[in-house]
T-cell receptor, first 115, second 111 residues
Framework: DGGITQSPKYLFRKEGQNVTLSCEQNLNHDAMYWYRQDPGQGLRLIYYSQIVNDFQKGDIAEGYSVSREKKESFPLTVTSAQKNPTAFYLCASSIMEGISGNTIYFGEGSWLTVV | AQTVTQSQPEMSVQEAETVTLSCTYDTSESDYYLFWYKQPPSRQMILVIR??????QNATENRFSVNFQKAAKSFSLKISDSQLGDAAMYFCAYGDDKIIFGKGTRLHILP
């Protein structure tokens, strides 16, 4: 089945550690996104990428890093510089053209907790 | 920068009644997309309805319809014949080269 796969679903991080959240899509979508969701904050954009080897910062990029070496993959690293990383993280993707252009589809999300 | 505002943090509606969720946005662009997404307790984001800004006709999907007022930068969602399964968080979103979301409205359905 086509879709967006995020892993792991639950992740615990110790203070000072970097962790990487995986996001893979087999929808042949051009663009990929990472959002963070906190209670009462809605979804906030961390990073997005419209083509391979290129990405842009969103509204809350500090303390995060990404790479886009392959069209289907867009991993997010939460670095030790992110002071409050406990949140629900959503990966999404979209095509950029055609009747469904710009509609984004989401993975099931990953919960990150700092212990 | 573009912004999306949902002024109703929570709403309630009686089952089988109609409810309207409000959304306003700010942009200087003329060509863009608008969306409503539903997030049930499972946290899975589900697309409810999509509107292209260049189309004057309001989008509809079964019991869901929008009132798109481009000049007023308003994009409200109407849910007709509300059902218990409609209970969820609803997010309004704006998209051009990136997609940004409002803070959401939690909708309760009263049996």
């Amino acid at each position: 089945d086509g879709g967006i796969t995020q892993s792991p679903k639950y992740l615990f991080r110790k203070e000072g550690q970097n962790v990487t959240l995986s996001c893979e899509q087999n929808l042949n979508h051009d663009a990929m996104y990472w959002y963070r969701q906190d209670p009462g904050q809605g979804l906030r954009l961390i990073y997005y990428s419209q083509i391979v080897n290129d990405f842009q910062k969103g509204d809350i990029a500090e303390g995060y890093s990404v790479s886009r070496e392959k069209k289907e993959s867009f991993p997010l690293t939460v670095t030790s510089a992110q002071k409050n990383p406990t949140a629900f993280y959503l990966c999404a993707s979209s095509i950029m053209e055609g009747i469904s252009g710009n509609t984004i589809y989401f993975g099931e999300g990953s919960w990150l907790t700092v212990v | 920068a573009q912004t999306v505002t949902q002024s109703q943090p929570e709403m309630s509606v009686q089952e089988a009644e109609t409810v309207t969720l409000s959304c306003t946005y700010d942009t200087s662009e003329s060509d863009y997309y608008l969306f409503w997404y539903k997030q049930p307790p499972s946290r899975q984001m589900i697309l409810v309805i999509r509107q292209e800004a260049y189309k004057q006709q309001n989008a509809t999907e079964n019991r869901f319809s929008v009132n798109f007022q481009k000049a007023a930068k308003s994009f409200s969602l109407k849910i007709s014949d509300s059902q218990l399964g409609d209970a969820a968080m609803y997010f309004c979103a704006y998209g051009d080269d990136k997609i940004i979301f409002g803070k959401g409205t939690r909708l309760h359905i009263l049996p």
